[in-house]
């Protein structure tokens, strides 16, 4: 059987663009992300600051890891992203901006994901860490 990701949006649960309350999966094998911040591969940091450059950075990397595994950003099923003082203004639209343009102007797939405020992370820096899973046959 070919895997199949499919999306569920029921009724009585909000919809919106670029996320999936439910992802159903029939895929043989899963994928784990470790937690991507938005550093290049020398380890610098990418938009320090800026919300929306971190996140985009972030997901790039989670195309990298993706890819190093034999996957791709549609093959995400979940994602949880900790933000680092989310209640900042403008915070949350620029994090669901990047979203919308992180793979070269294009979306990064949508998928069921949480977004959780976070006091700290790792590095004072970051502002954004994101993991996925991702499902393959």
Known sequence: MKKENLAIDPDGLYKI???????????????YIAGQAPYDESM???????????????????ATALAAAGAQPK?????????????????????????????????FPAHAFSIIGVAALADPRVLIEITAVATLD
């Open 17 to 31: 663009s670029g996320f999936h309350q439910v992802m159903v999966s029939t895929a043989s094998k899963t994928i």
């Open 75 to 107: 093959d995400v099923v979940n994602s949880v992203l900790y933000v680092k003082a989310l209640d900042t203004p403008g915070a949350a639209k620029a994090i669901m901006e990047a979203m919308a343009t992180a793979l070269d102007g294009q979306p």
């Open 44 to 62: 610098e940091l990418v938009g320090a600051g800026d919300y929306q450059l971190q996140t985009t950075k972030a997901l790039q990397n989670i």
